[in-house]
């Protein structure tokens, strides 16, 4: 496909039926799949999202993850003289890190695409719009969740987003889809919660028996009964042991203490401790299980695990690495087979600024960019331009350490003589 048919060559037909994605079905999958593991969906059976990021651990784990992605700069790069320089002032460049669209910010745009990928439906659509005028593009719009459905016999992407006002049916190379865990269907992906399910149904009993418990200051629970063995005349009959059974219950959750039982009605205690249910315990597993499942670290949620320094330094390095690395390089991905030419791979090349990762960590950032300059690989001015500093005199000249030598020069170098030995008294007499 050429250039101009790409940019300019888009059909688009008449509104389709809406239909919902195939990620966030009750199965977690296609209608044809068989089911996920472990999903629970006994308290929800329609999970949304709002639902999951009522429980804390996923609100933060989806939280923290969405702003890290945001927060990086997207480069647009062109190779000239054999590197890759960043085209800041292209509109492609404008578009991925200023506006992509006159509704929203680059930050709410990268945050709503990872949200899209980590909650229902597990899939996020952008599609890009071109300029008759420019020859350039012109937005990118985020279809909103559940208003793209993938047909899979014709390999195409109905859109029916009453939103953004886009409809139409596009094919594979026309939108940009940034897909979830794809475990069944290559072309639709799982949001993460469909698979922890079980653990949020967990997390979100532990939330309401906590209020339960603490609403009231520790409701009591009991039976009711009668320590009489002779039935007769003047005996509660069981209708009226259910009828004081109820109003011992609402005193006790309308917060009384002390409450009077009538005549030879006798109250035994049946309620169990936190520390008999293992209460706390559970919640603190409850918490970790969550953090497995998107992958960030227990230290991230603010849990009270015992830390230090030194575990916590290799949190972000693991963080970094085996969470947010793969996201950054799934949608770099994307965004390079669809809005590049195959033809032009080696000459264009979109990626995040990784840098920005240790934006906040000054002292590490500072001994990257001084070990940089040592090794010869930026010049002081390069950084300083990075720091928004004005250049300096001298400043584009490469500098190396001084401390090391080449093979080469050690072998034609004349070896060192040894020095003679200091004569002593002894010697001299």
Not at 106 to 129: E, H, K, M, S
Request: net charge negative; charged share 25%; glycine share 6%.
């Amino acid at each position: 496909m050429s250039l101009f048919t790409r940019i300019f060559g888009r059909r688009v037909q008449p509104a389709p039926v809406k239909r919902e994605s195939g990620g966030d079905s009750a199965s977690g999958g296609s209608a044809d799949n068989p089911p996920t593991p472990r999903q629970g969906g006994v308290l929800w059976p329609n999970y949304s999202s709002n639902t999951a990021l009522c429980v804390a651990t996923v609100y933060r784990c989806v939280k923290i993850l969405s702003e890290s992605v945001a927060k990086l700069a997207v480069q647009t790069m062109r190779r000239k003289n054999g590197v890759y320089v960043d085209d800041r002032e292209s509109r492609l460049s404008y578009l991925l890190n200023v506006q992509p669209n006159p509704t929203t910010s680059a930050f709410d745009f990268w945050a709503r695409t990872i949200q899209n990928i980590l909650l229902p439906p597990g899939n996020a659509y952008i599609v890009p719009f071109y300029s008759l005028e420019e020859r350039d593009f012109d937005r990118f719009v985020l279809c909103s969740p559940f208003s793209v459905a993938h047909d899979p016999m014709t390999d195409t992407y109905v859109v029916n987003d009453t939103e953004n006002g886009i409809f139409g049916t596009y094919k594979e190379d026309e939108i940009i889809h940034i897909k979830g865990m794809t475990a069944f269907d290559p072309k639709v992906g799982v949001a993460v919660i469909t698979y922890a399910r079980l653990t949020l149904d967990i997390a979100s009993v532990g939330d309401a028996e906590t209020y339960d418990r603490f609403a009231n200051g520790g409701n009591v629970r009991g039976l009711v009964g009668n320590d009489s063995s002779v039935r007769g005349f003047g005996e509660y009959q069981d209708k009226e042991l259910e009828k004081t059974a109820t109003d011992i219950d609402g005193r006790f959750r309308h917060g009384e203490r002390i409450v009077s039982l009538p005549g030879q009605v006798e109250f035994k205690q049946l309620s169990l401790s936190s520390t008999d249910l293992q209460f706390l315990e559970s919640r603190k597993f409850t918490v970790r299980e969550i953090c497995r499942f998107f992958g960030v670290p227990p230290s991230f949620v603010f849990d009270d695990t015992s830390n230090n320094y030194k575990s916590a330094e290799m949190a972000s390095v693991d963080f970094l690495s085996n969470t947010l690395d793969p996201i950054l390089r799934k949608i770099e991905c994307e965004l390079q087979r669809k809005l590049f030419l195959p033809s032009q791979y080696g000459r264009r090349k979109i990626e995040f600024d990784r840098r920005g990762l240790y934006a906040c960590d000054l002292d590490s950032r500072v001994k990257y960019q001084a070990a940089t300059i040592a090794a010869g690989i930026y010049t002081v001015n390069e950084w300083r331009r990075e720091e928004n500093k004005p250049v300096v005199e001298g400043g584009d000249k490469v500098l190396v350490s001084a401390n090391l030598k080449g093979i080469d020069e050690l072998a034609a170098a004349p070896a060192p003589s040894e020095p003679e030995p200091k004569k002593t008294n002894d010697d001299e007499e």
